[in-house]
T-cell receptor, first 116, second 113 residues
């Protein structure tokens, strides 16, 4: 079946502009996660959604970052007034449920964001 | 708080040689541990995971890892490297009942003929 998809695959923007990144999770997966991977670094957790519960936003680095999810489907990560340090690969993952045994997160290919 | 340390940002082996990628973790509760692999321009793919069952975990592509509580380690091994194993490998930890993963910085595995 289809895996996690993300768009765009690459995005180049100018400092100060807003960007929107999209994630389509695996159908039926109730949990969705956003991570950021900066050059030479591991993945940093940003935010996760579980069903209709309030999202865990504890990883968002600043109030310029926000994310939405409609039901158990598509999610959009928005970065306002982009800065050069926002340049990174943004990875989305989904899983059947959150916080249970045997849970596996399935990752999309990522969006490479470059802020000039 | 949990954390993951991967020793060595790059590991080079010859084709057919043993692969050993090191991972140490810290966690305040019994952890779940994962190894993911990332091929160029692709997302992360799960290799294997430890979730408190057998301490020796076998994964895909001939990889395995052993959970050693006394050493707080979860090293990844493969008896014989193949050229197709060249990729970046990430160790990750999550705490039971909490979903987000904490990743190490990754180890790039280079395989030479």
């Amino acid at each position: 079946g289809a895996g996690v998809s993300q768009s765009p695959s690459n995005k180049v923007t100018e400092k100060g502009k807003d960007v929107e990144l999209r994630c389509d999770p695996i159908s039926g997966h109730t949990a969705l996660y956003w991570y950021r991977q900066r050059l030479g670094q591991g993945l940093e957790f940003l935010i996760y959604f579980q069903g209709n519960s309030a999202p865990d936003k504890s990883g968002l680095p600043s109030d310029r970052f926000s994310a939405e999810r409609t039901g158990e489907s598509v999610s959009t990560l928005t970065i306002q007034r982009t800065q050069q340090e926002d340049s990174a690969v943004y990875l989305c993952a989904s899983s059947l449920v959150a916080g249970l045994d045997q849970e596996t997160q399935y990752f999309g290919p990522g969006t490479r964001l470059l802020v000039l | 708080a949990q954390s993951v340390t991967q020793l060595g940002s790059h590991v080079s082996v010859s084709e057919g040689a043993l692969v050993l990628l090191r991972c140490n973790y810290s966690s305040s509760v019994p952890p779940y541990l994962f190894w993911y692999v990332q091929y160029p321009n692709q997302g992360l793919q799960l290799l294997l995971k430890y979730t408190s069952a057998a301490t020796l975990v076998k994964g895909i592509n001939g990889f395995e890892a052993e959970f050693k509580k006394s050493e707080t380690s979860f090293h990844l091994t493969k008896p014989s490297a193949h050229m197709s194993d060249a990729a970046e490998y990430f160790c990750a930890v999550s705490e039971k009942g909490y979903s987000t993963l904490t990743f190490g910085k990754g180890t790039m595995l280079l395989v030479s003929p």
